[in-house]
């Protein structure tokens, strides 16, 4: 049974960073696609950024593109997206996944474990 443990959220002026990461439990965590999505109350849930098994690619939403990076640790069961240049816009509830996908994807389907969500607000 996976399980996925979002932390790292919080309250983060705009231009400012944060760190949000993701703690996988469960075997094989080095055979899956790990990614991160985000969600507010007005819209639907968005991808944003995702890894492959062995770090060795790595995709992102053009929203967040050269803001935001994807790493993990196959050795500590971990991954983070590390937030940077941060704006109002981005405040959502983040949500790490797991995919059984073999290579990154984007699509929300492709991921069939979740995390309970950890919020990020950004003010102006």
């Known amino acids: 049974q996976v399980k996925l443990v979002e932390s790292g959220g919080g309250l983060v002026q705009a231009g400012g960073s944060l760190k949000v990461s993701c703690e996988f439990s469960?075997?094989?965590?080095?055979?899956?696609?790990m990614g991160w999505f985000r969600q507010t109350p007005r819209k639907e849930r968005e991808f944003v950024a995702a890894i492959d098994q062995f770090a060795n690619s790595k995709s992102y939403a053009d929203s967040v593109k050269g803001r935001f990076g994807i790493s993990r640790d196959n050795a500590k069961n971990m991954f983070s997206l590390q937030m940077s240049s941060l704006k109002p816009e981005d405040t959502a509830v983040y949500y790490c996944?797991?995919?059984?996908?073999?290579?990154?994807?984007?699509?929300?389907?492709?991921?069939?474990?979740w995390g309970q969500g950890t919020q990020v607000t950004v003010s102006s």
């Open positions: 469960g075997r094989d965590f080095d055979t899956y696609v």
């Open positions: 996944a797991a995919s059984r996908s073999v290579v990154t994807t984007k699509r929300e389907a492709d991921y069939f474990y």
